[in-house]
């Protein structure tokens, strides 16, 4: 099972673009890349997936580098209602290892005014 | 609409007593997961189910049970045998195992026991 690292936490302002990054040194060739949201008392929210390069959708920005040791979730103006968990995944599912979810303690990320 | 539903939302036992939490989905997904989160903390996995009549232990199953009768449920009881069972619980389903396949959370039950 790929084991993920990211920052517990990470500060911003409204307005700017925030990066997250993963870490995954030990990812397979069949892993996939996916990223959750969880705010407070909810359930996560699927947010973004990739394999390589770059991905892109109206929410998030995902950037995979060649080696695919590590990923980077790039929110663009972010706004407080951004403040949330976020979660890296990796695994051959949609989120984790292949028999199951697997979630780390994921990234608190809090927006200023 | 399509979705998950969890329910209660919030639920209060007696120590000693086994409660069951419940968890619908009309995604047709075939799996379905649970999960315990603690305050700042991430989630872990309590029990999985691939398919209807068939589950799986995650990292945390002790002192927990499940049935999986119809594809659309997947009820979780927490059973006295839990030593500390006040947490957030999460279900969770996903079209299947195969790739690309996003997870869909439902809004959780938060459980109190005193």
């Known amino acids: 099972l790929a084991k993920t690292t990211q920052p517990i936490s990470m500060d911003s302002y409204e307005g700017q673009e925030v990066n997250i990054t993963c870490s995954h040194n030990?990812?397979?060739?069949?892993?996939?890349i996916t990223w959750y949201q969880q705010f407070p008392s909810q359930g996560p929210r699927f947010i973004i997936q990739g394999y390589k390069t770059k991905v892109t959708n109206e929410v998030a920005s995902l950037f995979i580098p060649a080696d695919r040791k590590s990923s980077t979730l790039s929110l663009p103006r972010v706004s407080l209602s951004d403040t949330a968990v976020y979660y890296c995944?990796?695994?051959?599912?949609?989120?984790?290892?292949?028999?199951?979810?697997?979630f780390g303690k994921g990234t608190h990320l809090i927006i200023q005014p | 609409d399509g979705g998950i539903t969890q329910s209660p939302k919030y639920l209060f036992r007696k120590e000693g007593q086994n409660v069951t939490l419940s968890c619908e989905q009309n995604l047709n997904h075939d799996a379905m997961y649970w999960y315990r989160q603690d305050p700042g903390q991430g989630l872990r996995l309590i029990y999985y189910?691939?398919?209807?009549?068939?589950?799986q232990k995650g990292d945390i199953a002790e002192g927990y049970s499940v049935s999986r009768e119809k594809k659309e449920s997947f009820p979780l009881t927490v059973t006295s045998a839990q030593k500390n069972p006040t947490a957030f619980y999460l279900c969770a389903s996903s079209r299947d195992r195969g790739q690309n396949t996003e997870a869909f959370f439902g809004q959780g039950t938060r459980l109190t026991v005193v």
């Open positions: 189910s691939q398919i209807v009549n068939d589950f």
């Open positions: 995944l990796v695994g051959p599912h949609s989120g984790g290892g292949a028999d199951g979810l697997t």
């Open positions: 030990n990812i397979a060739t069949n892993d996939y």
